[in-house]
């Protein structure tokens, strides 16, 4: 990644950022263990019709996720995740991109669970691209409703989890 996408990522923007969120019926541990669980994220992730397959997760900070996911075409998107910071069972932020290094598309990508009276949880996705023109192009690919897909995919996941 270059200086200065290191640091357009380094300062939230919301001309730049798309943010989604979702109330999941499960508790806070248990939603960001699915999120930060190997044997869990890859089983969940993605949009509706997609699936995955991993080459290397390490869910630490450092530690990098690279898999390909692969769309109901046959399509192949190989992506890479490099966790940055972990605050259990509040965070997760990492960069993501294809499974490549220097990435230009690379965009920041924080993941929070606020705990809720009821026992539920909302996740807040952000994701914050280095200039408008790229979250722009995401955008038009679809990936707000591949984002809302992909929370959907959690929350059956948790749901069962939770029986």
């Given at each position: 990644m270059?200086?200065?996408?290191?640091a357009?990522?380094s300062?939230w923007?919301?001309?730049?950022?798309?943010v989604?969120s979702?109330?999941?019926?499960?508790p806070?541990?248990?939603?960001?263990?699915?999120?930060?669980?190997?044997?869990?994220?890859?089983?969940?992730f993605?949009p509706?019709?997609f699936?995955i397959?991993?080459?290397?997760?390490?869910?630490?900070?450092?530690?990098v996720?690279r898999?390909?996911?692969?769309?109901?075409?046959?399509?192949?998107?190989?992506?890479r995740?490099?966790f940055?910071?972990?605050?259990?069972?509040?965070?997760?932020?990492?960069d993501?991109?294809?499974?490549?290094?220097?990435?230009?598309?690379?965009?920041?990508?924080?993941?929070t669970?606020?705990e809720?009276?009821n026992?539920?949880?909302v996740?807040?996705?952000?994701?914050?691209?280095?200039s408008?023109?790229?979250?722009?192009?995401?955008?038009?690919?679809?990936a707000v409703?591949?984002g809302?897909?992909?929370?959907?995919?959690?929350a059956?996941?948790v749901g069962?989890?939770?029986?």
């Amino acid at each position: 990644m270059t200086n200065a996408a290191n640091a357009a990522l380094s300062q939230w923007s919301m001309d730049r950022e798309i943010v989604m969120s979702r109330v999941i019926d499960a508790p806070r541990d248990l939603v960001f263990e699915a999120w930060s669980d190997p044997k869990h994220l890859p089983q969940w992730f993605g949009p509706k019709g997609f699936k995955i397959e991993t080459f290397e997760i390490d869910v630490r900070v450092g530690g990098v996720w690279r898999f390909n996911m692969i769309g109901p075409d046959g399509t192949v998107y190989p992506n890479r995740m490099r966790f940055r910071r972990i605050e259990r069972p509040k965070l997760i932020e990492m960069d993501h991109g294809a499974d490549q290094d220097e990435d230009p598309n690379m965009f920041r990508f924080t993941v929070t669970f606020a705990e809720q009276a009821n026992g539920k949880t909302v996740l807040m996705m952000r994701q914050l691209f280095a200039s408008t023109e790229q979250r722009d192009h995401t955008i038009g690919f679809g990936a707000v409703e591949y984002g809302y897909q992909t929370l959907d995919k959690l929350a059956a996941h948790v749901g069962g989890l939770k029986k």
